[in-house]
Structure formats: structure tokens, C-alpha cells
């Protein structure tokens, strides 16, 4: 098994290999995978940290990875104009779970509380599968990322 030790600041680095990762594997510092083209890793990075879409990453033999966000089912709500999507906001943050904000929508993993909170706020939801990047959160010391528009998908 191949390790990978060590997060690359600099996300133009040219990939040697790909690794898609649904986002709970993206938010742990050690765990294994295998590269899209079917090399065995062990990922050993810094705790605390989460990977989002194009970050880099280098092995012990210097070979790059790229980090590949795997489309996951996900709920996207969209709010008609800014009041509707700020009280949204409110609401479904008080509730302590990680979202993804856009313009005038906001994503979330599939939760039926959540579902019917958001449609009683008056959001439309559309439920898919797509790449979720949440919000690192006000107390985790995670990089921050720009927010993806829903259906673009990248790789």
C-alpha cells in the first residue's frame, strides 16, 4: 500500500492519479482508498482538515494525487430571493449541520427533519446526487473553498 503524507498547498501541481472521496472519507486524517486507477492508499494527514475538490496531495514515492469529490446523494434547497434564503440559512444553521450555501440555495445530506424544515420555510428541494462541499463550520480550522453551483460537475 501506497502513503500519502502530505497535503500540497499548491493545487496546480500537475495529478499523477485521482482519488474520489465522498465527503465523509474527505474529513478524516487517516483512512484507506484506491486511486482511480487501482492503486491501494493510505492516506495519513494532519487531523482536522478536509479535502475538498482539486487539492493535492503526495506520497511517500513523490506521485500526486488529486482529490476528486464523489457525487453523493444530496438534497438542494432553493429559496425564491435573499429574505427567504437568509431565514432558511438561520433556521437550518441553529441546527448545527453542515451545509453547502450558494446563490439562493443551500445543500445538505438527505434528513427528513431538514426536508420538511426547508419546504416549511418555503424552499423548493430537489433531491440528486451531486458533489458536496459544506461550510468548514466558525470553530474548524479547515481551508475554506468557493461554493460549486448545483449540476456542475467537475473531475
Known sequence: MLKITQYLADNQQPADDYITL?????????????????????VFLER???????????????RVFAV??????????YADDWPSFARAC?????????????????????DHVLEHLAEHLGLRLEVGAAPFHPEAGA???????DSHEPGHHEH
Do not use: M
Open 90 to 110: 438561520y433556521h437550518l444553521g441553529n441546527r448545527h449541520v453542515t451545509l453547502q450555501l450558494g446563490d439562493c440555495w443551500l445543500r445538505f445530506q438527505p
Open 68 to 77: 476528486v469529490a464523489q457525487p453523493e446523494s444530496v438534497v438542494t434547497a
Open 22 to 42: 465522498a465527503f465523509e472519507q474527505r474529513q478524516k486524517g487517516r483512512f484507506k482508498a484506491v486511486s482511480d486507477q487501482g492503486i491501494e492508499v493510505g
Open 139 to 145: 470553530y474548524h480550522g479547515q481551508h475554506n473553498h
Open 48 to 62: 482536522g482538515q478536509v479535502l475538498a475538490q482539486d487539492d493535492r496531495l503526495q506520497a511517500e514515492d513523490g
